[in-house]
Every structure is written in structure tokens, then in C-alpha cells.
């Protein structure tokens, strides 16, 4: 069974990690743990069942919005009505802590691509601007491989966050109930989740270090006795009673 406990993660957004919105999200969560926990007791599944509570992702918390597509659209790369954009050579797809940017005429790539290189490295908060072709430096699939990679990827600073917004003059400002987001680097420790196993199947008093979240759906597999050929995480047999 998965329970998907979606509070946690709408208020880090609104409010930001550390805020007491924050606080009384985990809070909830951990009265509704023990809830479930308390349920299989008292169906007599306490030596039967596995608990795995787990997230995919942790939080930084959020100062200042980035607006890239603003400053395109100062510089004639997107034509819009207000909020609305109505066409674009190219354009700002945010990501929270990351973003791509899409040239949507590959015709106008060659001579597009160090221009918007350009601009964006003098965006206030970006940190990084990764060409597409090299986006296995942060371990994610080229354009070539993935159509969903921008032909950049931005990455930004400690305290910014990118978004949508395209209308307005400037390209940053308060992000107004987005005070904490994802999608930063992986390698950014503040990004790390939790993994907690117990219960059947589970070896008492074991502990990890460092696990990948692709490590997590074989484990389950494991527990299950299910076949997941062709994955790139292993199960975490080390905290596992059977080899």
C-alpha cells in the first residue's frame, strides 16, 4: 500500500523549509504515521508488514524569483499579451533551482545559442549555465537523448529559484508563495531526502550511509520476491535479514 502524504510538500513550497507552516505539515504527518501504524497492530499485521517512509527530494528555501523569460522578451526572443506569450524563439522552462532553455526553431540554434549563453549568465542568481551537450556533467541526458533536456540548463544560486513569469520589467523580484522549491543539483546536500525502513524483512539496529532514490523501488522489489530486471539501482541487501 502507498500512502502519499501530499502536505509536506504544497506547504515547504508556500511557506519554505523552517517555517512554521513547515513544522505543522511534518507534524501532521507524523500523527497520521502513527495512525497507520497503530491500524496495522490492530489488524494483527504488525509481524507481517514493512514500513518504508521515504521522500524524494528535500527543500531550500526561497528569497528571490529569477525571470528569464522576462528579459527574452526585452530582447525580442518572446512576443506576449500580458502573462500570455503568443510566440518565441525561445524560451525559460523553470524547475525550481534548475532550468532549460528551448530554442524552438532548431534552424535558428547556431546563432541563437551564444546569445541566450550570454543573457542568461548575466541573470542575477543564476550560478551556472550548462550547454545541453554537455548536460552529463550533472548526470542528466543530452538533448540527442532526451528531448525534454534544454538546449541550456541553468542552475541557480543559494536563496534563488526560477519561474515562469514573463510579463513586468524586471527579471527579479519577490517569488510570492514560493518560498521554498527542489530541483537543484543533486550534490547539494541540503537536497538529500529520508530512508527508513522497518518491520518484516527488515534487520534490526542496520544502518546506511548515502543511498541513491533509484536504490529505493528495488529494495521494495526485494522485500516483494518481484523480478525488476534492466534498473539502475540495487537492493539495499544490507539492511535486509534475507542475503
Known amino acids: 500500500m502507498l500512502m502519499h502524504y501530499l502536505n509536506t510538500d504544497a506547504l515547504n513550497h508556500a511557506d519554505g523549509p523552517g517555517s512554521m507552516a513547515s513544522y505543522a505539515a511534518y507534524a501532521l504527518v507524523d500523527y ?21 517512509i521515504t521522500t524524494d527530494h528535500g527543500f531550500k528555501k526561497v528569497k528571490t524569483g529569477i525571470w528569464a523569460n ?4 526585452k530582447a525580442g526572443l518572446i512576443e506576449a499579451e500580458g502573462a500570455t506569450v503568443k510566440k518565441c524563439d525561445a524560451y525559460v522552462v523553470p524547475e525550481g533551482g534548475l ?8 534552424a535558428k540554434r547556431a546563432a541563437l545559442l551564444p546569445k ?23 548526470d542528466i541526458p543530452t538533448p540527442a537523448e532526451n528531448q525534454g533536456t534544454g538546449d541550456l540548463i541553468l542552475t541557480a544560486k543559494p536563496g534563488y529559484a526560477f519561474q515562469a513569469k514573463v510579463d ?11 518560498y521554498g522549491t527542489h530541483g537543484y543539483l543533486a550534490s547539494d546536500p541540503e537536497l538529500d531526502g529520508v530512508f527508513l525502513a522497518w518491520g518484516y524483512g527488515i534487520r534490526p539496529g542496520a544502518k546506511l550511509g ?11 522489489a526485494e522485500l516483494l520476491g518481484v523480478p525488476l530486471p534492466n534498473v539502475e539501482g540495487h537492493a539495499l541487501r544490507e539492511i535486509l535479514t534475507a542475503p
Open 168 to 178: 513586468g520589467d524586471t527579471a527579479n523580484g519577490d517569488p510570492k508563495g514560493y
Open 70 to 73: 522576462v528579459v527574452l522578451r
Open 116 to 138: 541566450l549563453k550570454e543573457i542568461c549568465a548575466a541573470l542575477v542568481g543564476v550560478d551556472k549555465v550548462i550547454d545541453g551537450a554537455d548536460a552529463h556533467s550533472i
Open 99 to 106: 532550468a532549460f532553455v528551448y530554442i524552438t526553431d532548431p
Open 210 to 220: 548515502k543511498i541513491r532514490n533509484r536504490d529505493v523501488a528495488p529494495t521494495i
Open 32 to 52: 497520521q504515521i502513527r495512525d497507520l501504524l497503530a491500524g496495522l497492530e490492530a489488524a494483527g499485521l504488525k509481524d507481517k508488514a514493512t514500513v518504508i
